[in-house]
């Protein structure tokens, strides 16, 4: 189930959704959504407008990732991976509500480029027995796919 909050191409919709779908099939939630606000795809995802500024803010200071953590759809991850430069920038953790084997788990990947205006975000989230190891690759393979030029 999709659900396109703002405008942008459907050529685009369709196949940003597919490539989640080759992708990221695993992830019971992902959103992709630029440093402007506009969402350009997202899947059982309903983030506000101060959740996706939370999730940009997320590569500045470690310190504030760490202590503010991954916000999305009123749920908080502990970040416990901290990785903002180089070619994948990424920021990743669990829930720590109950125990290990329910717990969810998040990741944060940012694209920018000389070439695009704002940056490109991309965030899934994923259930037990899906670890970050497996998802964390399948997020970079995702994004390198979907957008080549940059």
């Not at 939370?54 to 990732?65: P, T, V």
């Not at 908080?76 to 994948?88: A, F, K, L, Q, T």
Request: with cysteine.
């Amino acid at each position: 189930m999709q659900h396109i909050r703002q405008h942008a191409d459907q050529a685009q919709i369709n196949r940003l959704a597919d490539l989640a779908e080759q992708y990221l099939r695993d992830g019971s939630r992902v959103l992709i959504f630029t440093g402007n606000g506009q969402v350009l795809f997202s899947k059982a995802c309903q983030a506000s407008m101060a959740e996706l500024q939370s999730l940009q803010s997320l590569f500045g200071a470690r310190e504030d990732a760490l202590r503010t953590g991954i916000l999305l759809d009123n749920k908080r991850y502990e970040v416990h991976r901290y990785h903002p430069e180089g070619p994948d920038p990424l920021v990743y953790g669990r829930t720590m509500i109950g125990d290990t084997e329910s717990s969810e788990g998040a990741a944060v990947h940012m694209l920018s480029s000389h070439q695009a205006q704002s940056p490109i975000f991309s965030v899934v989230t994923y259930e037990m027995p899906n670890i970050s190891a497996r998802i964390v690759s399948q997020l970079v393979q995702f994004v390198h796919t979907a957008f080549p030029q940059m």
